[in-house]
Structures are given as structure tokens and as C-alpha cells.
T-cell receptor
Framework: EAGVVQSPRYKIIEKKQPVAFWCNPI?????LYWYLQNLGQGPELLIR????????DSQLPKDRFSAERLKGVDSTLKIQPAELGDSAVYLC??????????????FGPGTRLTVL | AQKVTQAQTEISVVEKEDVTLDCVYE???????LFWYKQPPSGELVFLIR??????QNEISGRYSWNFQKSTSSFNFTITASQVVDSAVYFC??????????FGSGTRLSIRP
């Protein structure tokens, strides 16, 4: 079974430019997560989708960040415009929704963003 | 509020030594889940174990073992007979319903040949 797929793996852009990251979750996983991981720290949740619905976006900086999951499968995370402080690794994860909560989250390889 | 503390920022041991990674958590929930993930240099977070708050049995999987103690709010991870391939950053994490996970800051483990 294929794992969580993310692209691109690496992205270098100038500040104020837009950037987008793509994620394809594990087949059958209806919950999708975007995390931000700064150097030397653990991942922090940006947004969580259950199917097409964003059920937790409280940590997403909405002035410049946006996300979508139009058909409840693939998702795109966008930053416009990017700032120097956005340099980090952006991780996507997915899980199955169970009767008692969520199953374990499985992570993709991440996209390492460098803003110059 | 939930919190995970991994006090060991970096650990370096010689191959074949045993090593224990500490994890202390804080939560007011009676039902919660604890996790360990491994992040090798490739960057992907690899799931190692999930434990719910009602199951305090220690677990062993090959060279890996986990010691869950609710009395001290700890969920420590031991690697026996460490190998160079075990070198990675290891994250302990906590969740109330396994939906929103709070990660610790990680422990960087280096195994020297």
C-alpha cells in the first residue's frame, strides 16, 4: 500500500512569491492533516480535514495561508505571499476515522521550503 | 493544557549500547493516547507505537521496548543493542482522541560505529 505522497520535496523561492504544496493521502484515509515543522522542533498542526471539511484550522495563519481539499482526497496548501519566516518543512499526514476517534496518523516525507 | 517534554535534546552512544529516550507528558484528560515517531534524515515521520491511557502494559517489539507509567506521567522508549540505522530524531507525542497530536521537541539520537 502506498504511503502519503507529497510534492515537491524541496522548494526554494524568493520572499513575496506564492508557493503551493500538494498531498495525496493513503487510500481510504478520510482525515488529512497539514503540519509545520520548524528546525529542531516537533510538528505543529496547521489544519485538519475530515473529508472535504476543514474541522480545525485554528492554527492556520489565514492572512497568507490557505488550503483546500475539494474532492475529499488530495489537498493543496498555499502560501501567498511567502515570508522569510515561512522557511520550514511542511508535513502532510492522513488517518482513518474510527467510531471512537481517529486511527493513527501516517506522515508523508514533507516539503522543505526555503524562502530567500 | 496538554504538553510533552523530551528533556534530552541529543544523545550519542556507541553501537550495541542500550539507550533510553525519556518522555514526560501533561494532560487533564482521563482518556488519551501516546505515540512515538522516528524521523530519519530523509525527513519522513515513521510511526513506531501508539498506546492508550488504559493500557499500561509495557510493550516489546524486537530491539524496541516502551515503558508506560501513569504514576509518573512517563512513556519512555528503550532501544536495546543499538545500531547505526537507529540514528534519527525521535518524537514522543500525546493526543486526546488521536485527532490532534501534540509533539515533544524531539531527541536526536546518534549511534557511533
Amino acid at each position: 500500500e502506498a504511503g502519503v505522497v507529497q510534492s515537491p520535496r524541496y522548494k526554494i523561492i524568493e520572499k513575496k512569491q506564492p508557493v503551493a504544496f500538494w498531498c495525496n493521502p493513503i487510500s481510504g484515509h478520510n482525515t488529512l492533516y497539514w503540519y509545520l515543522q520548524n528546525l529542531g522542533q516537533g510538528p505543529e498542526l496547521l489544519i485538519r480535514y475530515e473529508n472535504e471539511e476543514a474541522v480545525d484550522d485554528s492554527q492556520l495563519p489565514k492572512d497568507r495561508f490557505s488550503a483546500e481539499r475539494l474532492k475529499g482526497v488530495d489537498s493543496t496548501l498555499k502560501i501567498q505571499p511567502a515570508e522569510l519566516g515561512d522557511s520550514a518543512v511542511y508535513l502532510c499526514a492522513s488517518s482513518r476515522q474510527l467510531a471512537g476517534g481517529q486511527d493513527t496518523q501516517y506522515f508523508g516525507p514533507g516539503t522543505r521550503l526555503t524562502v530567500l | 493544557a496538554q504538553k510533552v517534554t523530551q528533556a534530552q535534546t541529543e544523545i550519542s552512544v556507541v553501537e550495541k549500547e542500550d539507550v533510553t529516550l525519556d518522555c514526560v507528558y501533561e494532560t487533564r484528560d482521563t482518556t488519551y493516547y501516546l505515540f512515538w515517531y522516528k524521523q530519519p534524515p530523509s525527513g519522513e515521520l515513521v510511526f513506531l507505537i501508539r498506546r492508550n491511557s488504559f493500557d499500561e502494559q509495557n510493550e516489546i517489539s524486537g530491539r524496541y521496548s516502551w515503558n508506560f507509567q501513569k504514576s509518573t506521567s512517563s512513556f519512555n522508549f528503550t532501544i536495546t543493542a543499538s545500531q547505526v540505522v537507529d540514528s534519527a530524531v525521535y518524537f514522543c507525542a500525546l493526543s486526546d482522541s488521536a485527532s490532534k497530536i501534540i509533539f515533544g521537541s524531539g531527541t536526536r539520537l546518534s549511534i557511533r560505529p
